[in-house]
Each structure stands twice: as C-alpha cells, then as structure tokens.
C-alpha cells in the first residue's frame, strides 16, 4: 500500500490507478468520493462489501446511464439501508431494510441484480424489489460511486440528480467485490487507505476469528473457534436426532459462557420431556435469548391444560401469560424505543416466588405481578 501514498495522507487519488479492493476508512468530510471501475449489473451480478459506521444518513454507492433512464442507488436512511433503481425510465422500486447499521459494529452487505429484481441482503435480512418495466434489462453506463460523487459530475449526467446532494458516507467500507472480483479503484479523494490498524482496533472478524489484510482485503482465519463463514459469524451445527430441519448449535454467548442456540426457520419446534420430573416448586426461573426479525411468534410454552406458562412475541413486544389453574396472570413488556425484532440478542427472565411473577428483558425493562393461587 506504501507505494500509493501522497504527500497528504488522507488523499487516496490518482497515482493508485491499478490498486483493487480496499479497506478503506471514510472521513465524511467535503470533496470525499472513490471509484470503481464499472459493475456490470445489466443483468444478472452480485456485489457485496462489509461497512461500519454511526450515521443515520448518507450515500454509500450509485450507478447509472449517464443521465438517462437507470439507476441503483443505496443510501443510509434513518440508520437502516435503503435501495432505489429503475429500468427504462419506469416508476424507480424503493425497499427499506430493517436492520440498523449505525450502531458501529460491522454488517455484510450483498446487492444481487436479476434482470427487473434487485435483491439486497443485509446480515440475515434479505428483501426483494421489482421494477415494472417493459424492458428487463439494465443500462449501465458510469463507473461505480462509492461514499459520494466526484465534483466534477454534472447534474445532466447523473440520472438521480439528488444523489449529489446527500450527505457523505462515514465510516468504513471494505472487502468490496464484484462477484468473486476485487473491482479496480480508479480514483478518488479524502479517504483513508493505510488501514493496517484495522484488525487491531476495529477487526470485523466475529467470534475471536483472527484478523489479517492481504492485498487489501481483510480476512479472518476462524480456526480454534467453533464458527465458520468468511468472517466467523456462522456457528459449526450439528443436527439434533429426530428434527430435519432444526439446528441446534454450541455458540460463546457474551461473557464467554457456552450456550445452546437453536436456528429456526419457521416450521420447526423443539420440545423437553419433562413428565418423568414433573416441577412442583414455589419458587420457578426461566432464562433465554432470542434473536428475530419476525413481529410475531411463539417463544415458549409448557403445561397444559389450565397450568401452563406461554412466552410469545406480539407486534415486537414480549407477552407472557402464566395461568395456574384459577385464572391467568398476562404482561405485556414493550422496549422503550423500537421492537424486540430489530435482529439483536434479548435476554429474557421470568421469576415466579409464590404467587409473585417477575419478567426482567436485558437486565433493565421489569414487569411484576401475582398470580390467583399458587403452583405446587
């Protein structure tokens, strides 16, 4: 990388002509911009980097026809990505991800064109969008913006003239590729591109995956770890006897403590017999984690009949009904800002002593409350 430096280190520009993919870290200050050689995404291709960053709103890339009728935008809005295009000049398809990204910790970002869809996949949230075109096929004519757009662009030749006004990208982005290809950085301006610090300050390896940087792309060895993917995030499965679909996983849980974690994809259940230690007791806990995007669905149920205890999810709120034979005891626990189904780890505990019942999410939101008799 030393042979591309300036005198102003903060300056990536034109002597670094043949430099590929980067890591590259983004000031946001004016002036800033990089690009890339063209994405052939007229039909069908995938590009996919990882970013960082705490801003609510900014561009991240943009491409199009020269001023024409096409474009792909993919901007931070409200700190959640959002992606726009259009074909032939047909009404532009906009979708909105759930995901926030500005909480500085690093997301995998995919962007996958199929003649009029383009998908974008963000971590584990994937979304479709569909142009209601006549012509199925994309023009592509720039080359590929990304963190702003250089100065001398002018309007007439951007086909979303507003792209220009946006606030820039702050922040890191790295490992940017076209498919399997690292695309050819062209040029650009204001941003950091000697990042050998980024492993030990900022490593986007999960799970005590080891950092390094070859030739400009950040790569986690996952080795003595217990997770796999290209940066450690998927955890190795094993599948549990008698579920076909059902994973269930051994996974380092916060403070290092190993947890079994289950994947579900919407059609599976897992269940403990426990009719040959039947629980009579005053005093009862249960304690799990979850993590979903989905508003609605059940989390936890045992008992029957009128004994039983039900943990649900609700439009994003937690819903607990205990009912120990005259009647229920029912709470409603909302977050104080946003839902339970924002893709994060929750941690929920739910205390019964006596008749009292306690339901404690993240160590903060509480609920209490008692029961008509108590269990024994």
Request: aromatic fraction near 8%.
């Amino acid at each position: 990388m030393g042979s591309c430096k300036g005198e102003l280190s903060w300056f990536l520009f034109f002597a670094c002509l043949l430099l590929t993919g980067l890591a590259l870290e983004y000031e946001g200050v004016p002036g800033q911009w990089t690009r890339y050689g063209q994405w052939d995404a007229k039909t069908t291709g995938e590009l996919s980097f990882i970013l960082r960053t705490n801003i609510s709103r900014a561009l991240v890339l943009y491409l199009d026809d020269g001023g024409n009728c096409d474009f792909l935008e993919l901007l931070i809005t409200n700190g959640r990505l959002q992606m726009r295009f259009t074909i032939h000049c047909a009404e532009p398809a906009t979708l909105h991800t759930e995901t926030p990204i500005n909480d500085l910790r690093w997301h995998r970002v995919l962007l996958a064109r199929n003649f009029r869809e383009t998908k974008l996949v963000v971590d584990n949230e994937e979304k479709v969008a569909e142009v209601k075109s006549k012509r199925k096929e994309m023009a592509v004519a720039s080359d590929l913006y990304v963190g702003g757009i250089s100065p001398d662009v002018r309007l007439s030749a951007l086909t979303s003239s507003t792209v220009k006004y946006e606030p820039l990208f702050q922040g890191f982005i790295t490992n940017l590729k076209l498919g399997e290809a690292l695309p050819m950085l062209l040029d650009g301006q204001a941003v950091h591109n000697d990042l050998e610090y980024i492993c030990d300050i900022h490593s986007p390896c999960s799970n005590k995956g080891l950092c390094s940087i070859s030739q400009g792309e950040v790569l986690c060895d996952c080795i003595n770890t217990s997770f796999r993917g290209k940066y450690c995030q998927e955890a190795v499965q094993r599948e549990v006897e008698g579920l076909a679909h059902l994973m269930v996983n051994r996974q380092v849980i916060r403070q290092g403590q190993e947890e079994s974690v289950a994947t579900f994809k919407g059609n599976e259940f897992f269940s403990y017999n426990l009719s040959q230690t039947p629980i009579q007791s005053s005093l009862d806990e249960i304690t799990l984690s979850f993590q979903t995007l989905q508003r609605n669905g059940l989390l936890l149920h045992t008992g029957k009949s009128a004994d039983y205890v039900n943990l649900s999810l609700r439009n994003g709120a937690l819903w607990l009904v205990i009912n120990l034979g005259s009647g229920a005891f029912e709470a409603l626990v909302e977050p104080t800002s946003g839902k339970f189904n924002d893709n994060v780890w929750h941690d929920v505990r739910v205390t019964r002593n006596l008749r009292q019942v306690t339901i404690l999410v993240d160590g903060i939101l509480t609920t209490t409350g008692y029961t008509q008799e108590d269990y024994t």
